[in-house]
């Protein structure tokens, strides 16, 4: 499925208005003040009195903590934060900012659907650091990160990919959200040749 669809499958609407602030019913606008009689003399107006200025506010606002399936443009997933929850939201989010900023510097992006309880994820995410794969990582994709927890969270998202198993990746082109290729890797489970970091390495340059 496409790259939209899949994103629209969430079903999430953002929507948001300026409330506007009526007069409650019944309540009458300010009295002017009265006038004195017409033979009266009247008094000059008292010099207007400027307000002090507010405080300068010195003390910086803490940053903002970036979601962890997306950290930003060009920006790795730091090793802390691979087994972060994240909300619909997030992912939403993630995967707009992520297809505009790999669109941009003709990179691919690359969703990898994990979870911390799996043996398999946690195996790749070792190979992902070996020299060699994290260059080409780095070099090539924008990658978002998309934990589903126990099977419980991005159902949506899940079943557009049709992922069945863990850990399971999928490439597409950022510009036609076309999927270009789709595999799910499972190096410690799955019996046969062991997967190795070079076999990760040239099937990420491959795509």
Excluded at 19 to 25: C, G, I, L, S
Excluded at 114 to 121: F, I, L, T
Excluded at 143 to 151: F, L, Q
Aim: proline share 10%; hydrophobic share 40%.
């Amino acid at each position: 499925m496409k790259f939209f669809e899949s994103v629209l499958l969430l079903g999430l609407v953002v929507s948001c208005s300026t409330p506007t602030k009526e007069r409650p019913a019944g309540s009458a606008a300010p009295a002017l003040a009265a006038s004195g009689s017409a033979s009266a003399t009247a008094a000059p107006p008292a010099p207007a009195v400027s307000a002090p200025p507010p405080p300068l506010v010195t003390e910086a606002a803490p940053p903002s903590r970036k979601s962890s399936a997306y950290p930003g443009c060009g920006q790795p997933i730091p090793p802390d934060r691979l087994w972060d929850e994240t909300t619909d939201g997030e992912v939403l989010d993630a995967l707009s900012e992520a297809k505009a900023c790999a669109a941009e510097h003709g990179r691919r992006l690359l969703l990898e659907f994990v979870a911390p309880w799996c043996d398999d994820c946690r195996e790749m995410a070792k190979l992902e650091e070996a020299p060699g794969v994290a260059e080409t990582l780095q070099r090539r994709f924008e990658r978002v990160r998309i934990n589903i927890g126990k099977w419980d969270r991005h159902e949506a998202l899940r079943e557009s990919f049709g992922v069945r198993a863990l850990a399971t990746y999928v490439v597409i082109e950022p510009k036609t959200s076309k999927q270009l290729a789709k595999t799910t890797l499972e190096p410690i489970t799955k019996p046969g040749k062991k997967l190795t970091a070079d076999d990760w390495r040239r099937w990420l340059e491959a795509h």
